[in-house]
């Protein structure tokens, strides 16, 4: 048993223990989060997402540094970076760099950083993902940065965690764009071109934008483009959100200001439109679902009778019985 109380309390070493047990997904692990639930729902999530290498750990960086040190006078933010590297042969050793490169934000109190490294099956790391994303926010981190590596189904799961998901691109990799029009750009709440400094940007912008238009042809995107992204009444009623398009360049911080306005901008309109609530209710459903369904499957498997299974599956096997029948024998026999 894990006691909670200390991890609610602030205490990094006992959370850094739980962080671990959720790792390798421990049964002590999952009580503790099922106690932790009950305080969680308060942090404000960002997913940071895209291709290797585009800048996203400097960009995370520099988000955080933002809210640590705000530039408008408000109250600093506390903050928890999860790094995941899926160990994709294009990330090998980004776990050691992220943690370098993170080196100024770790000694304050107020930033709590992990890398994970994926073992086991991609699907398992988007659990243990929300499981250390649900922790740190029981733990009272005011803000949780997500950052996966790619656009694979695993790294949408990731991204469905968060209420606001940047997509970040850098310029020269030329036609390889196309490469985040696969499931990407559906989730992208802020597209954001990192690496500014370097050339091709506005070949990769209009390639953007080109994107965008064909995936949102109805949209008022060049009107939002304007020069400003500030939610006014005029936009208030407008039921769709058209991501920004926002340039930064990650080393210097340039754009990085720029950038927190549209985070903040994205987070008035989840909360003035319900869609933040919506979200929130339609993860939690399906987190549901998929309990219930294993619940529902482990007390059938354990109601079955010895080689219950096995035979009707024989008898499909030889075609003597079709799938549906099949079915319909063995879950009839639990009530038998
Ligand atoms: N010129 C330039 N270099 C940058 C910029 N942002 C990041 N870099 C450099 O690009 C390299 C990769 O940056 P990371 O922040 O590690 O990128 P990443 O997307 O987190 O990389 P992975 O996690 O391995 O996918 C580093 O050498 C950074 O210093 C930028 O805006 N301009
Ligand atoms: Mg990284």
């Given at each position: 048993m894990i006691d909670i109380q200390p991890i609610l309390n602030g205490d990094r070493l006992a959370l850094s223990r739980l962080l671990s047990q959720i790792e390798n997904d421990t049964l002590v692990g999952q009580r503790a989060l099922s106690e932790?639930?009950?305080h969680g729902g308060q942090a404000q999530l960002i997913g940071v997402t895209g291709a290797p290498g585009t800048g996203?750990?400097?960009?995370?960086?520099?988000?955080?540094?933002?809210?640590?040190?705000?530039?408008?006078?408000?109250?600093?933010?506390?903050?928890a970076v999860v790094a995941v590297d899926p160990s994709s042969p294009f990330s090998g050793g980004a776990v050691l760099g992220d943690r370098i490169r993170m080196n100024a934000l770790t000694g304050?109190?107020?930033?709590?950083?992990?890398?994970?490294?994926?073992?086991?099956?991609?699907?398992?790391?988007?659990?243990?993902?929300?499981?250390?994303?649900?922790?740190?926010?029981?733990?009272?981190?005011?803000?949780?940065?997500?950052?996966?590596?790619?656009?694979?189904?695993?790294?949408?799961d990731i991204a469905r965690l968060a209420h606001t998901t940047l997509v970040v691109e850098a310029p020269g990799l030329g036609d390889d764009i196309q490469a985040i029009k696969a499931g990407i750009l559906e989730i992208a709440d802020i597209l954001v071109v990192n690496k500014a400094d370097r050339p091709g940007l506005e070949q990769t912008e209009r390639a953007l934008k080109n994107m965008?238009?064909?995936?949102?042809?109805?949209r008022r995107i060049f009107k939002i483009y304007g020069n400003s992204d500030?939610?006014?009444?005029?936009?208030?009623?407008?039921?769709?959100?058209?991501?920004?398009?926002?340039?930064?360049?990650?080393?210097?911080?340039?754009?990085?200001?720029?950038?927190?306005?549209?985070?903040?901008?994205?987070?008035?309109?989840?909360e003035q439109t319900g869609d933040l609530a919506r979200r929130e209710r339609s993860r939690l459903a399906s987190e549901l679902e998929v309990l219930i369904e294993m619940a529902l499957v482990s007390k059938w498997?354990?109601?079955?009778?010895?080689?219950?299974?096995?035979?009707v599956l024989d008898q499909l096997v030889t075609r003597k019985l079709s799938p549906q029948e099949a079915v319909q024998k063995l879950v009839s026999l639990e009530v038998s």
């Open positions: 932790l639930f009950l996203k750990s400097s960009l995370v960086n520099q988000i955080a540094n933002h809210y640590r040190h705000p530039v408008d006078g408000s109250d600093p933010l506390t903050v304050d109190p107020g930033v709590f950083i992990r890398s994970m490294a994926s073992r086991g099956s991609l699907g398992g790391l988007a659990k243990t993902t929300a499981g250390v994303v649900q922790a740190f926010d029981a733990a009272g981190y005011e803000v949780i940065l997500i950052e996966t590596v790619g656009a694979g189904q695993a790294e949408v965008l238009q064909l995936a949102h042809p109805g500030q939610l006014n009444d005029d936009q208030a009623d407008e039921p769709l959100w058209t991501p920004p398009i926002k340039r930064t360049i990650a080393t210097d911080a340039t754009g990085v200001p720029e950038l927190m306005d549209s985070i903040k901008t994205h987070r008035k309109y989840l498997r354990d109601s079955l009778q010895d080689g219950a299974y096995t035979a």
